[in-house]
């Protein structure tokens, strides 16, 4: 080897050195940094701080995973770009992938408010994707494995831990959250619970991967003693149904490949193969027994939620029993039920195929919601709580299509390298590959009645989870023969250089305007909350200006121009504006009437405004209401 030869392997090896370095810090960073980021100040103290955030809010998450992600995926773009070779990937997987992606950017061009659309699919889609399918090329050993699944791990104990701490008051800090239930650092426990429960058949698989034994005791004792209690606090049904579910089907599977490769009568592999199933079966059982016994294990502690006696179940196993009833239309299952047959009516409409855009379901909801608007209160309403119908709404049956075929081909990829491991007696890999495909199917369950790929935590770590399924598999070759890395094309080459480097900048400039569109729509809400209302217009104008999409703050600038400026040209105007981005705000079309009738004696404009509110809410009491203003329209 030349003295050229050797500089030019140091210099690489630096280099390897280097990006396996820093994608580990960000990989801990993604998932510690998202469950955990909160920014809490005292109310009183708004004047002087600058940051009011009072609660935990899902769209700070967002920003972290938007800046972490995008530097992930631009980083390994890079490096693929650099090396001018790529894994090849399922044909049919990148025929899933392709269709997805195209109905996106359709529906996006198609849709009411296209930034708005955009930024949505950007988030909610596109990234999380585009870092599934990165993890693909990356080369995976035990060491990189468990760098990612123990930081998935670590960020999911700590927040399990916290929803442990506002049971059983550890400390102070944790009950001074502003939460709905246990939901620790994630406010909610729907999204908390969605996020927690594909971590338990994570830690149940890393159980066969490693080989220390007091790793392993150690990972069960987190299982058992820390992930399944805080699942049981958060009462979320869905996450539940889809733990249990999940872990069935895994095991009846597995099952089914080790008869196929008749590892159940060989006596030398049967006790080691059949411990996997098993250990899914128990883990499906387990839930259920916990709840039935939740008051045991609650024995001394403070809740607020149940004052249950030995006489009476538990509260978690009469939510566990409820799951197959279904409850008022107000609540629970009864509002899902209403909310999904008006998405399911509205979506076999002229959007069949394309959807309204992503992010449009809020904006679109009153003009079909003939069923929740009559008994569901009427309340704005954001997403589905079904996510397939939430897809199906917003990008078309396409979008549908592309979405459940990019799941389905990994899901058979996944399968195919199960046979494999079975016929090389490769038991680590096998159960990890189980544990991955549970975690897959937890997520997808959950999706069915929950929203958890639009939940920063829940989605980061269902195409996490995804993605490390997709590289163990495609690593698990059916043949010696099969091409793993094929040369890309110099023209290709140089597209993929080209998104890899623009992806981190354009990610850390959206995440930089939502973050600050939020600090002063807060900012805005606590000064108005003081009384400050000119500070508090000034606030909510700076949210609009860096998220020009949004109406949150909108709103509150059309309210104060009517209350405090009344300043009617200017508030009529605003008002216009609110119901270019979101047509379905009810409270803009309500205002603009009144605008109209009262200050610009404009009858004629007036009952324009409310057959544009009755276009949007047809159904809506408000819309009811506004009808008494024009007697002579009504037949």
Same mark, same amino acid.
């Given at each position: 080897?030349?003295?050229?030869?050797?500089?030019?392997?140091?210099?690489?090896?630096?280099?390897?050195?280097?990006?396996?370095?820093?994608?580990?810090?960000?990989?801990?960073?993604?998932?510690?940094?998202?469950?955990?980021?909160?920014?809490?100040?005292?109310?009183?103290?708004?004047?002087?701080?600058?940051?009011?955030?009072?609660?935990?809010?899902?769209?700070?998450?967002?920003?972290?995973?938007?800046?972490?992600?995008?530097?992930?995926?631009?980083?390994?773009?890079?490096?693929?770009?650099?090396?001018?070779?790529?894994?090849?990937?399922?044909?049919?997987?990148?025929?899933?992938?392709?269709?997805?992606?195209?109905?996106?950017?359709?529906?996006?061009?198609?849709?009411?408010?296209?930034?708005?659309?955009?930024?949505?699919?950007?988030?909610?889609? /596109? =990234? #999380?994707? !585009? %870092?599934? &399918?990165?993890?693909?090329?990356?080369?995976? $050993?035990? @060491?990189?494995? *468990?760098?990612?699944?123990?930081?998935?791990?670590?960020?999911?104990?700590?927040?399990?831990?916290?929803?442990?701490?506002?049971?059983?008051?550890?400390?102070?800090?944790?009950?001074?959250?502003?939460?709905?239930?246990?939901?620790?650092?994630?406010?909610?426990?729907?999204?908390?619970?969605?996020?927690?429960?594909? /971590? =338990? #058949?994570? !830690? %149940?698989? &890393?159980?066969?991967?490693?080989?220390?034994? $007091?790793? @392993?005791?150690? *990972?069960?004792?987190?299982?058992?003693?820390?992930?399944?209690?805080?699942?049981?606090?958060?009462?979320?049904?869905?996450?539940?149904?889809?733990?249990?579910?999940?872990?069935?089907?895994?095991?009846?599977?597995?099952?089914?490949?080790?008869?196929?490769?008749?590892?159940?009568?060989?006596?030398?592999?049967?006790?080691?193969?059949?411990?996997?199933?098993?250990?899914?079966?128990?883990?499906?059982?387990?839930?259920?027994?916990?709840?039935?016994?939740?008051?045991?294990?609650?024995?001394?502690?403070?809740?607020?939620?149940?004052?249950?006696?030995?006489?009476?179940?538990?509260?978690?196993?009469?939510?566990?029993?409820?799951?197959?009833?279904?409850?008022?239309?107000?609540?629970?299952?009864?509002?899902?039920?209403?909310?999904?047959?008006?998405?399911?009516?509205?979506?076999?409409?002229?959007?069949?195929?394309?959807?309204?855009?992503?992010?449009?379901?809020?904006?679109?909801?009153?003009?079909?919601?003939?069923?929740?608007?009559?008994?569901?209160?009427?309340?704005?309403?954001?997403?589905?709580?079904?996510?397939?119908?939430?897809?199906?709404?917003?990008?078309?049956?396409?979008?549908?299509?592309?979405?459940?075929?990019?799941?389905?081909?990994?899901?058979?990829?996944?399968?195919?390298?199960?046979?494999?491991?079975?016929?090389?007696?490769?038991?680590?890999?096998?159960?990890?590959?189980?544990?991955?495909?549970?975690?897959?199917?937890?997520?997808?369950?959950?999706?069915?009645?929950?929203?958890?790929?639009?939940?920063?935590?829940?989605?980061?770590?269902?195409?996490?989870?995804?993605?490390?399924?997709?590289?163990?598999?495609?690593?698990?070759?059916?043949?010696?023969?099969?091409?793993?890395?094929?040369?890309?094309?110099?023209?290709?080459?140089?597209?993929?250089?080209?998104?890899?480097?623009?992806?981190?900048?354009?990610?850390?400039?959206?995440?930089?305007?939502?973050?600050?569109?939020?600090?002063?729509?807060?900012?805005?809400?606590?000064?108005?909350?003081?009384?400050?209302?000119?500070?508090?217009?000034?606030?909510?104008?700076?949210?609009?200006?860096?998220?020009?999409?949004?109406?949150?703050?909108?709103?509150?600038?059309?309210?104060?121009?009517?209350?405090?400026?009344?300043?009617?040209?200017?508030?009529?105007?605003?008002?216009?504006?609110?119901?270019?981005?979101?047509?379905?705000?009810?409270?803009?079309?309500?205002?603009?009437?009144?605008?109209?009738?009262?200050?610009?004696?404009?009858?004629?404009?007036?009952?324009?405004?409310?057959?544009?509110?009755?276009?949007?809410?047809?159904?809506?009491?408000?819309?009811?209401?506004?009808?008494?203003?024009?007697?002579?329209?009504?037949?």
């Amino acid at each position: 080897m030349t003295v050229d030869q050797s500089q030019k392997e140091r210099k690489t090896q630096t280099v390897s050195f280097l990006f396996e370095g820093i994608l580990s810090l960000l990989c801990l960073a993604l998932f510690t940094i998202t469950p955990l980021l909160f920014v809490e100040i005292k109310q009183n103290e708004w004047v002087s701080g600058f940051i009011p955030i009072r609660m935990i809010n899902a769209e700070l998450k967002f920003c972290a995973v938007i800046v972490i992600v995008s530097l992930i995926t631009g980083l390994i773009g890079i490096r693929i770009h650099l090396n001018a070779y790529i894994s090849r990937y399922p044909p049919s997987l990148i025929l899933f992938c392709g269709i997805f992606i195209l109905a996106i950017l359709l529906s996006t061009y198609t849709a009411h408010n296209t930034t708005r659309a955009w930024v949505s699919s950007f988030m909610w889609h /596109l =990234l #999380p994707l !585009a %870092l599934a &399918l990165s993890l693909s090329q990356l080369r995976w $050993n035990s @060491k990189r494995l *468990l760098v990612w699944t123990g930081s998935i791990l670590l960020g999911g104990v700590v927040s399990s831990l916290i929803v442990m701490d506002q049971h059983y008051q550890w400390t102070d800090w944790s009950h001074r959250l502003t939460r709905l239930g246990y939901g620790g650092i994630i406010f909610n426990q729907n999204f908390a619970a969605e996020y927690h429960a594909p /971590l =338990l #058949p994570i !830690a %149940l698989g &890393l159980t066969f991967y490693v080989k220390s034994r $007091n790793v @392993k005791f150690s *990972l069960i004792a987190i299982l058992l003693l820390i992930l399944l209690p805080a699942l049981s606090l958060s009462m979320a049904r869905g996450a539940w149904v889809g733990l249990i579910g999940s872990c069935t089907i895994t095991a009846v599977i597995s099952l089914v490949v080790l008869a196929k490769k008749r590892k159940l009568i060989d006596p030398q592999y049967f006790k080691y193969f059949c411990l996997i199933p098993s250990s899914f079966l128990l883990l499906a059982i387990a839930l259920p027994l916990y709840l039935s016994t939740s008051d045991y294990w609650k024995k001394g502690a403070f809740t607020q939620n149940t004052n249950n006696t030995d006489e009476t179940e538990s509260v978690e196993l009469e939510e566990l029993k409820s799951i197959t009833t279904v409850s008022s239309a107000h609540g629970g299952s009864g509002r899902r039920i209403a909310l999904w047959q008006d998405a399911i009516k509205a979506s076999t409409s002229s959007d069949f195929l394309l959807g309204k855009g992503t992010d449009h379901y809020e904006l679109h909801f009153h003009e079909s919601a003939e069923i929740s608007d009559k008994t569901t209160g009427g309340t704005l309403v954001r997403f589905v709580h079904n996510d397939f119908l939430q897809i199906l709404y917003e990008n078309g049956i396409i979008g549908l299509v592309g979405f459940l075929g990019i799941w389905l081909v990994v899901f058979w990829r996944a399968l195919l390298s199960a046979l494999v491991c079975c016929r090389s007696n490769d038991l680590t890999t096998f159960g990890l590959i189980i544990a991955l495909t549970t975690a897959c199917l937890t997520f997808l369950i959950e999706s069915f009645f929950e929203f958890p790929t639009r939940s920063p935590c829940a989605l980061i770590t269902g195409w996490t989870s995804l993605g490390l399924l997709l590289a163990v598999s495609m690593d698990k070759k059916k043949s010696k023969t099969e091409t793993i890395q094929i040369p890309i094309k110099p023209k290709y080459n140089l597209l993929l250089g080209t998104l890899a480097v623009l992806i981190i900048p354009y990610g850390c400039i959206l995440a930089k305007n939502l973050f600050w569109s939020n600090i002063f729509h807060f900012q805005g809400r606590i000064a108005g909350d003081y009384g400050e209302k000119e500070k508090s217009l000034k606030f909510h104008r700076k949210s609009i200006s860096y998220a020009p999409w949004e109406h949150h703050s909108r709103k509150w600038e059309c309210f104060y121009l009517l209350t405090l400026k009344k300043q009617f040209p200017e508030a009529l105007e605003a008002i216009n504006n609110t119901l270019k981005v979101h047509p379905g705000c009810l409270v803009a079309h309500q205002n603009k009437i009144s605008v109209l009738l009262n200050e610009f004696k404009d009858r004629n404009m007036a009952i324009q405004a409310y057959r544009d509110m009755k276009k949007a809410a047809p159904f809506h009491p408000y819309t009811e209401q506004e009808s008494q203003k024009f007697p002579s329209l009504k037949r």
